[in-house]
């Protein structure tokens, strides 16, 4: 006996926490600030900068873009950070990812002050996390996946999590976190071998490989709750990792795309950097 | 067709090691120093710091021993770390662990300068770890099982790696340097159902979980690669977690306890605090 699987909202549970972070920020008097980052003319990026910003500016969050030609030096963008670490006005920095080849990643991250770093992901951050101990930030997107977790209620002690795709912004950070929740974890990636048996044995499945249509109804067991952090264009329509039709038909809960995870990134962003601005007080 | 597990030879390849050392320490007229820091009175770690020093001071690292009592305050512990923290001729420092409960381990590990953290235990070399990229040091037990796993030429891009404990010294620092060599890796521990369906999958099987005799026939793959990290006193005898007569039946290779990754652990913490001297000059 087959039923659907349920949806799991992420843009109403966004909207609840984008709502309660508004009253918080009204309550408190706060003036939190976010600034960005952002090198070079990706266009999914900008996408998703204007978004961050539409949004924190609907709250009360200030934020500011410094935008860098895919050209600028790299010393033009470390003495910007280096402006807004020492800026008392900034509560949070992120760097958008990805950035143009020249620049590296993690230098750039290593930059920001773990204070400033919203998006969790200096080594003094990530270093709590594989410790076991509280990081200053939990990176955004497993944040907000693990809120989704605890909504459907599913029990994670003892539970299997297998992970696709062990990225710097989901399933590293991820793993950490469902492990300090006692679930056994498999940590997959597109070197895995015979990737349905793995999946198949996972009571919670997580995909974040950005790639479209790879979690289909062979790749799932019955009754698991399936997260979709993917992020794939396909023929101008944004699509997840999972095709969600087969899936629904398997899973017990379901992330959409969009509306699933997306959403709950960008809440979490905002809500550490108001954290960052009450600890400031 | 069964055949015997080729054993692994630690003790040889720690031998190895050390002996390349003191050519390097004597070639470069170093002068590396190992500072220790050892509260209360666990009679193990008593032994495991008398045999550190042995082995340093046989290659010609000199080493310090700061012994506190149960009873000494936090206080006078940070100020002595501050101090070799501090001091010039002072390459490594490490926190024996465990420590007596009202000293909070990961304050201690906090403290130590990570330009000095030979055990590659703060957050800061943590948390390359977890980023993938290059910590100033990695911990030496990860260490010494990623040569020894070397030393069987076992493929690791794509090969099933089950690790069996993740503690802070073994599992979880050694389930990124799994994955930064592309294996598929499984997080398993004591909240783990069905631990021998996990560890059947593994062509890389190591466990660290401290419990004799976990490991036997039933949780090997066939021709696995299997490293025993467990350290078990059993009627005064020092066992792993592997049942070792059943396991050489089915691995291909396996660490024997003692003479496998503990003398490798010793060789790779005093590899770190030459490097640490070297680093200075």
Chains 1, 2 share one sequence.
């Not at 919203?118 to 996390?129: A, K, M, R, S, Y």
């Not at 999590?161 to 300090?180: D, E, H």
């Not at 396909?234 to 899936?247: F, I, Q, T």
Request: charged share 25%; glycine share 8%; hydrophobic share 40%.
């Amino acid at each position: 006996m087959m039923s659907k699987a349920r949806p799991i909202d992420g843009s109403q549970q966004s909207d609840r926490c984008l709502k309660e972070l508004q009253q918080v920020i009204t309550h408190h008097n706060l003036t939190p600030r976010l600034d960005i980052i952002y090198i070079g003319s990706n266009s999914s990026s900008k996408c998703y900068i204007d978004h961050k910003r539409k949004k924190a500016d609907k709250i009360g969050i200030q934020t500011a873009l410094h935008s860098f030609p895919a050209e600028a030096t790299p010393e033009e963008v470390y003495s910007q950070i280096a402006a807004c670490n020492a800026d008392e006005e900034v509560d949070g920095i992120i760097v958008q990812l990805p950035v143009p080849e020249k620049f590296e990643t993690q230098k750039l991250i290593n930059a920001v002050k773990p204070e400033k770093d919203v998006d969790g992901l200096h080594p003094v951050n990530f270093g709590h996390l594989l410790s076991g101990s509280e990081p200053l930030f939990y990176p955004p997107t497993p944040k907000g996946i693990m809120d989704l977790l605890e909504e459907t209620e599913v029990e994670f002690q003892g539970a299997v999590a297998a992970i696709v795709g062990m990225g710097r912004l989901v399933g590293k950070p991820l793993s950490q976190m469902l492990l300090a929740e006692e679930a056994t974890v498999l940590c997959l990636h597109e070197e895995t071998v015979e990737l349905a048996e793995m999946t198949r044995q996972a009571d919670i499945l997580v995909t974040g490989a950005g790639v479209a249509g790879l979690i289909g109804s062979k790749e799932i067991k019955e009754g698991a709750v399936v997260i979709d952090a993917g992020i794939n264009r396909l023929d101008c329509k944004l699509v997840g990792d999972v095709n969600y039709e087969e899936a629904e038909k398997k899973a017990s809960w379901i992330t959409p795309v969009p509306g699933g995870v997306g959403p709950m990134t960008v809440a979490c962003l905002l809500s550490n950097t108001v954290e960052a601005c009450q600890r400031k007080l």
